[in-house]
């Protein structure tokens, strides 16, 4: 395995993945294939560009001749592109079951006809749906709650039938939610951090007492390169950070790490849909020798410094009018 197809790797843990391949692997040549999308940034790769060893093809994974061009030059898949954010998902799901589901076929086509080595589907959590207790196993029936959940659980059912029916060499990961340095100012965690740098309120859904496993994003890619290299063909691996927060503790740490008021909390109406809690069970992937290896409170303070000593990063994204504003005054305005 020499030449691996990152999908997505213009976005938040693509642009990670790719950075922690080129650093691990000196001989591997890796081809990113992204659309940029509002949620792409070629900001993100500035460091890797001129690598010898990277190369970026500006391209939709739902189109089957910019994919086959693509992929009939690697010997590996991993693919991250995705919508990603539950709330546009809610005001709108078709571009999520067009890439989510509809891109994932496109690639899986692809796969099959050039004989691809492997094929790891990059997963979530999310696909489990809300669990009060306990922790899902990757045996556990999916239920997903948000379109984006679905479809990403219709994905993963696609490639699971490629595997049975084709012998595709797949994997797939699931993951809990990522935190870390370029992820889009939409998430929770970037979405609070530079609203309290710029001292505006932070939105929080319902009662912030929602939980959520938050792994730091070098950790998940980590875990990915382990899945993609020690994995079982046709296995499932949940990957999460062993970190449950509520969100409201999560919100106070940001004020407390920034010092700023606590008066910038704003209770907002919740999430239509919004599961209660996530949590998976990572026996498997630690089985194979994986561990995650950077605590919640280290994570979050060297987060919200990236986020303080980057504002032209996220500036420029939260100042394009499409792409944020309107979204988020449809959101809340009716809040
Ligand atoms: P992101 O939204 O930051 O980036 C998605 C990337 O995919 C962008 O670069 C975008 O331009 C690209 N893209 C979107 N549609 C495309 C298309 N049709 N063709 C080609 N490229 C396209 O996402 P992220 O947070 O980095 O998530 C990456 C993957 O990890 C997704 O599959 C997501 O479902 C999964 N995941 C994310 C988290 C998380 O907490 N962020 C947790 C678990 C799983
Ligand atoms: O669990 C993995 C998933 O994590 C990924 O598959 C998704 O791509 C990723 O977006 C993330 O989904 P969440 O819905 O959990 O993440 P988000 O950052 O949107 O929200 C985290 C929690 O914070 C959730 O309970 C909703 C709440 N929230 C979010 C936003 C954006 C707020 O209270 N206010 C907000 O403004």
């Given amino acids: ?24 692997y000196k001989s591997y040549r890796l081809i990113v294939l992204d659309a940029l999308t509002y949620a792409g940034n070629l900001e993100n790769l500035a460091d890797v560009w ?9 391209g939709n994974i739902g189109d089957p001749d910019c994919v086959a061009n693509v992929v009939q030059n690697v010997d590996a898949i991993v693919n991250f592109a995705a919508e990603t954010h539950v709330d546009r998902s809610i005001h709108g799901a078709g571009n999520f079951v067009q890439t989510d ?18 094929y790891l589907q990059i997963s979530t959590d999310e696909v489990y749906g809300s669990i009060l207790e306990g922790a899902f196993q990757e045996t556990d029936p999916l239920r997903p709650s948000s379109p ?11 490639v699971h039938s490629y595997y049975v029916t084709y012998d595709l060499p797949v994997l797939i990961t699931r993951s809990s939610n990522n935190y870390g340095p370029y992820q889009y100012p939409e998430k929770l965690i970037p979405l609070f951090i530079t609203n309290a740098l710029e001292n505006k309120p932070l939105p929080l859904y319902g009662d912030g007492q929602n939980v959520r496993d938050w792994i730091y994003v070098e950790d998940n890619c980590k875990a990915v ?18 970190n449950e927060r509520t969100n409201i503790y999560i919100t106070k740490k940001i004020l407390q790490l920034l010092d700023k008021p606590e008066s910038l909390i ?10 209660r809690r996530y949590a998976v069970d990572c026996s498997k992937i630690q089985a194979l020798g994986w561990k995650p290896q950077v605590d919640f409170e280290e994570g979050i303070a060297k987060t919200v410094h990236w986020y303080q000593d980057h504002p032209q990063w996220w500036m420029a994204l939260k100042a394009k009018k499409a792409d944020f504003q309107a979204f988020y005054r449809k959101n809340y305005e009716s809040s």
């Fill in 1 to 24: 395995m020499q030449k691996i197809l990152i999908t997505g790797g213009a976005g938040f843990i693509g642009s990670n993945f790719v950075r922690h391949m080129l650093n691990e």
């Fill in 101 to 118: 589901v509809y891109g994932t076929f496109t690639l899986l086509e692809a796969a099959k006809k050039y004989k691809i080595e492997r």
């Fill in 148 to 158: 984006y959940s679905a479809s990403k659980a219709s994905g993963d059912m696609l």
């Fill in 50 to 58: 001129q690598h010898p060893n990277f190369i970026f093809y500006k």
């Fill in 225 to 242: 390169d382990y899945v993609l290299h020690h994995g079982t063909i046709g296995e499932v691996y949940n990957i999460g950070g062993g």
């Fill in 266 to 275: 704003t209770p907002v109406k919740d999430r239509p849909g919004h599961d």
